[in-house]
């Protein structure tokens, strides 16, 4: 995630902000009425880590097994590879078959729809999208609509209208970008209202140099994070801290789904990082979600 990476952090406050004034009343809004427990995710944007072989995955495995060694490391993903091509339905299917139960896959909106076209005659190529996702089944969690930062609030009405015919069967998290989204506090409220009347997420994206997209506020009873790290610096733990502390805060006041998605230059980072948040989490919340972990490796024998 290149989007506001910066490589001098030295004056950047990497505190979060306060909750928004309507996220509690939000989440009392959203609750369902017979919630079950509440569920993480995390994971990374792409499966195919080859700096995880004789790690994280095994030494030696084809390309096609990686999605199947992910799958046992991490249990969601942010499948960034639906940004760049629809997937054929066969393809889903098979994406789908090899992750284990309880894996959710979070598929980008096609660049097609959101950057190229901006939203404006893509009815027809969304429908195609969603169902081909759909063949995700129980495993698919919400489709990921990313603006481009040329998506201005000037848009507002067509952004209204495409998310008004958005289909239904998919849960959808949407990403602003354009700072004018932010600057005006009248828009910013009035655009998070619409998207929790039409009960579409509003992605918050952690990231070094646009601390003005962490608006703190929720639409809907699912947050979704973006978390640009760096390096496994101090700041990448106390902000591991600091998100712990904020989902065990909205847990106890009704958030029923939380995603979260790890971006590190350095893709050896994101397991380490995720033991250390996932430990935080469980010890503030008693929420279980099994880290990532080295698995054995095979050792070859010796005639000596």
């Not at 590190?264 to 989490?281: A, G, N």
Request: glycine share 6%; hydrophobic share 40%.
């Amino acid at each position: 995630m290149d989007f506001g990476r910066l490589s001098d952090l030295r004056y950047v406050d990497f505190r979060l902000p306060a909750d928004h004034p309507e996220t509690v009343a939000a989440l009392a809004r959203a609750q369902p009425q017979s919630a079950g427990p509440p569920a993480l995710y995390i994971g990374c944007p792409i499966w195919t880590n080859k700096a995880w072989l004789g790690s994280y995955f095994p030494a030696g495995i084809k390309d096609s097994d990686y999605l199947h060694y992910y799958g046992r490391q991490f249990n969601s993903i942010e499948l960034n590879t639906t940004h760049y091509r629809i997937p054929d339905a066969p393809t889903v299917r098979k994406w789908r078959d090899a992750v284990p139960a309880g894996f959710k896959f979070c598929p980008k909106m096609p660049q097609i729809i959101s950057h190229e076209r901006e939203l404006y005659n893509a009815d027809e190529l969304t429908t195609t999208f969603c169902r081909s996702i759909s063949e995700l089944d129980e495993k698919l969690g919400m489709a990921f609509l990313q603006l481009p930062p040329t998506f201005g609030p000037e848009h507002l009405p067509r952004l209204e209208r495409y998310l008004l015919d958005f289909p239904s069967y998919v849960p959808l998290a949407v990403e602003l970008r354009h700072p004018a989204w932010f600057a005006d506090k009248g828009l910013r409220d009035s655009v998070a209202a619409m998207l929790e009347a039409l009960g579409k997420t509003l992605v918050l994206t952690d990231v070094a140099g646009r601390r003005d997209v962490l608006h703190m506020r929720l639409t809907t009873a699912t947050a979704f994070l973006r978390l640009n790290g760096h390096g496994l610096i101090g700041s990448d733990y106390s902000r591991a801290d600091a998100w712990a502390e904020r989902l065990a805060h909205w847990l106890s006041q009704g958030l029923q789904t939380a995603y979260v998605f790890i971006h590190q230059k350095d893709i050896m980072h994101s397991p380490l990082w995720t033991q250390y948040f996932l430990e935080k989490v469980r010890a503030l919340t008693g929420l279980e979600v099994a880290p990532p972990r080295i698995i054995p490796q095979p050792v070859q024998g010796s005639l000596f």
